[in-house]
């Protein structure tokens, strides 16, 4: 199993940065802060702005932002590409490649629209995209950074966007940037040797931080706790003992029924019974990661490391056997504090 990965420093300049420009613009209301960080100066030419001397244009607009949404998920997936990046490539690396991918993507989108009224990161993260996908199908090193869902996934939106249903979007930037990454990263693999059957099957597990998207997916499943079945959950929650509770009302609730048969919902009740846990012994979230899939554990650090799959009332349920909650949760606790 390989080490946990850490946080990316540059990614978490880059969010700052985005930050610090959507809380003085408003997320885009106050268009007279963002004049300075546009391409290029609006009434002005061309690129004449650039040409005397204002280079710093062709990078800035990836930090505007227009939109809570708009500015959330850019930064989510320059959390969870750019840490794949400057694990694999170093923080130099990875800032040239935010630098070069920007400087393109931010040029082809005025030139090839007139208007200097974009922004965003999704240029910088389709260019990050494109590096790590066609990097893995080459590398070793890479093939499993990349699941089959977050490929289709990214693909699919990239092809809506160029629809015109979503509303205006810098298409030519995202465009340019899945180019620009995709080309550099086959140019950097032309020196390396074929990849055999064995490279490209599924590598060892890899312990993985929770990604953006894996916290959206167990705080969606939280709130189904908290309230599909029991409205008065919310408070409950905040306690150990009535995270268990509520666990078990609705196992009891839904007793010998077909309620709880979708495995989203079985995976929620385990996702409750693992942050009862977390909040008991200290334990961390984190993901079992393969090329294919990403599997919630929990992992506590002592004299070793403890991994706890988080699985247990699904298991049970998908069985049909019965379930004592306070037992499950007895000893799982047993098993993570073990030394």
Request: include cysteine.
């Amino acid at each position: 199993m390989q080490k946990i990965k850490r946080y990316s420093s540059v990614s978490i300049v880059l969010i700052v940065l985005c930050g610090i420009v959507a809380l003085l613009s408003r997320l885009g209301e106050a268009r007279g802060v963002l004049v300075p960080l546009f391409i290029a100066n609006p009434g002005s030419e061309g690129l004449n702005d650039i040409l005397h001397g204002q280079i710093w244009r062709l990078v800035t607009p990836m930090f505007i932002h227009f939109g809570i949404m708009h500015f959330v998920f850019n930064m989510m997936w320059v959390w969870d590409l750019g840490k794949l990046i400057q694990a694999k490539k170093g923080a130099g690396f990875y800032i040239l490649f935010v630098l070069v991918v920007a400087s393109l993507s931010n040029l082809a989108q005025y030139l090839f629209t007139h208007s200097p009224y974009f922004g965003g990161m999704s240029g910088v993260v389709y260019g990050l995209f494109g590096y790590i996908w066609i990097r893995g199908r080459y590398d070793a090193k890479f093939s499993a950074d990349l699941p089959k869902t977050t490929v289709n996934m990214m693909l699919i939106w990239f092809l809506l966007c160029w629809t015109g249903l979503l509303g205006p979007i810098a298409n030519w930037a995202h465009t340019v940037g899945l180019v620009v990454g995709a080309l550099w990263a086959f140019l950097g693999t032309r020196a390396l040797p074929a990849m055999t059957a064995a490279d490209r099957a599924p590598q060892n597990q890899r312990l993985e931080y929770l990604s953006m998207a894996d916290m959206l997916l167990l705080e969606e499943q939280r709130r189904w706790v908290r309230e599909h079945y029991l409205p008065e959950a919310e408070h409950k929650y905040e306690s150990v003992e009535g995270k268990l509770s509520i666990i078990d009302a609705i196992v009891q609730q839904n007793a010998g029924s077909q309620k709880l048969r979708q495995l989203k919902q079985m995976l929620a009740l385990d996702t409750a019974l693992a942050d009862a846990l977390v909040q008991d012994t200290g334990a961390q979230w984190a993901v079992l990661a393969d090329d294919d899939k990403r599997v919630p554990v929990l992992m506590k650090e002592g004299a070793r490391m403890q991994v706890l799959a988080v699985n247990a009332i699904s298991t049970l349920l998908q069985r049909g056997e019965a379930i004592v909650v306070q037992q499950l949760f007895e000893d799982a606790r047993l098993r993570l504090l073990q030394e």
